[in-house]
């Protein structure tokens, strides 16, 4: 049976979030119009995967991915990085093969204006790139405006976020080492929705786990903004009872207010914390290169799309991918992937003017390490409902009541699979 393009993509959407066409040949994809050019500006879990799958299904478009970091760093599995389970190194991977292997035209590069009158982005070094589709996946920025002592210098010096990997990761895990015998971790967590909603929770077990094995009567004290654990949170208590209960004190409802950054004493809604490492996650938004192009529409934070294009409701011709989407998917690596597929695939039709898919649907699974083997996970099956013009939660999803080896095993393979489908 013969297969065209516009099946294949379909497929690609509906069937599986990473599947991969190796019978699928070039010359099949490719369509007769004049050369255009896609431009994307973020090459995280969402830029990097729609520049990829462009390239694969439109062999002929032209796509230039800027990303203003050398390697791509991932946050899944980062929390481990904590509790010494895993090394920043092993989460660090290049973008060689998007530029030998599928032909992204990579600039390493810091978008600082885009003009959607003229359609073009100006990087750091002053240059422009012009654009007939514009795709923004710039991941989060944070909001400090409540927190105003946090200054960049405090942030990457003394009390790190450690919410975007790298050099912040090293250092908390370094604080963690150093941290008098005895001491007090405090976490804070912002009032959802932030960046991986069950990220705070793992972190919580990976920090209790490394004071377990090296510092067993330091205590790790959470403030919530939420009033309950937001994510698998059977599984967490479940977890936190039976492993960490002399050492995790949760405290729900209980937002940072103030923080004196010499003494890094905390306030808090209800008490007053004495901390020795001090981990605040801040409050988050689309990433400021949003804000850049005019597509933030939602709260002054996150960007409205159309779920069948990702295409933003506030500027034509220009997609927003990844956690800088308002809606209610997790913001999760592996969502910011499967929109990558959406948005890829409709960019091409859009540019083809052919129809889009008119109900995309995908899945997201979310695992979360409860220790340095285990782990568990919840997953769901979104679909568009054209009636409300939402993903809506279809039936087929889940959630582990309690974590297994088996489970730790599929979570690394999990990560593997979606490291190569975005990069290899
Ligand atoms: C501790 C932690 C654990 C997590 N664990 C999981 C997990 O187990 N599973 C899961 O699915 N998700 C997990 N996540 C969530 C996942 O990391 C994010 O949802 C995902 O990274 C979002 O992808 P994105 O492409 O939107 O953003 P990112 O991956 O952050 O990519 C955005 C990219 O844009 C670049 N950029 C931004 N602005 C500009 C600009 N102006 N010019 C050039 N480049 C720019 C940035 O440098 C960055 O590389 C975790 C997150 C954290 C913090």
Redesign the pocket.
């Known amino acids: 049976m013969a297969i065209n393009r516009r099946q294949v993509m379909k497929r690609a959407i509906t069937v599986s979030a990473l599947a991969a066409f190796p019978n699928i040949s070039s010359a099949m994809m490719t369509p007769s119009r004049k050369p255009q050019r896609v431009v994307i500006?973020?090459?995280?879990?969402?830029?990097a995967t729609a520049a990829k799958y462009l390239r694969m299904w439109s062999p002929d478009l032209e796509v230039i991915l800027?990303?203003?970091?050398s390697a791509?760093v991932?946050?899944?599995?980062?929390?481990l990085v904590l509790s010494g389970h895993r090394t920043l190194q092993q989460l660090t991977f290049d973008y060689h093969t998007l530029t030998s292997h599928y032909g992204v035209k990579m600039i390493q590069?810091?978008?600082?204006a885009v003009d959607v009158d003229k359609k073009n982005v100006r990087l750091s070094d002053g240059s422009v790139v012009d654009y007939d589709r514009l795709i923004v996946?710039?991941?989060?920025d944070f909001i400090y405006d409540q927190l105003s002592m946090l200054t960049p210098e405090i942030v990457e010096t003394k009390i790190p976020h450690?919410?975007?990997?790298g050099p912040q990761t090293q250092l908390l895990h370094e604080q963690l080492k150093a941290m008098p015998k005895g001491g007090k971790v405090v976490m804070t967590i912002p009032q959802a929705p932030f960046?991986?909603p069950p990220?705070p929770y793992?972190?919580a077990c990976q920090i209790a786990l490394f004071l377990k094995h090296h510092n067993p009567t330091a205590k790790l004290i959470i403030l919530d903004a939420n009033g309950d654990i937001i994510s698998k949170k059977a599984l967490f208590k479940g977890v936190w009872d039976d492993l960490y209960a002399d050492i995790i004190e949760y405290q729900p409802s209980n937002a940072v207010e103030n923080i004196d950054v010499d003494s890094l004493r905390v306030e808090s809604v209800f008490d007053s914390v004495q901390a020795d490492v001090l981990n605040v996650i801040p409050p988050q938004r689309a990433?400021?290169?949003a804000e850049l192009a005019g597509v933030i529409n939602v709260d002054k934070r996150w960007c409205e799309v159309d779920f069948r294009t990702y295409e933003s409701t506030a500027v034509k011709d220009v997609h927003v991918?990844?956690?800088?989407v308002a809606s209610t998917l997790p913001?999760?690596?592996?969502?910011?992937n499967v929109q990558a597929k959406v948005c890829a695939a409709a960019v091409i039709a859009l540019l083809d003017e052919q129809d889009v898919e008119p109900e995309p649907v995908f899945g997201?699974t979310?695992?979360?390490f409860t220790d340095g083997e285990k782990a568990g996970h919840v997953a769901a099956v979104f679909r568009y409902d054209p009636k409300t013009e939402k993903m809506a939660v279809m039936p087929g999803g889940g959630i582990t009541p309690t974590p297994t080896l088996l489970e730790g095993e599929f979570a690394d393979a999990w990560?593997h699979n979606i490291w190569s489908d975005i990069l290899r």
């Open positions: 500006i973020g090459g995280g879990f969402a830029g800027i990303e203003k970091k791509f991932s946050c899944p599995q980062s929390n590069a810091t978008v600082n996946a710039p991941g989060v450690a919410w975007k990997a960046r991986c990220g793992e972190r990433g400021k290169v991918i990844g956690d800088a913001k999760s690596g592996h969502i910011a997201n979310c695992y979360s990560a």
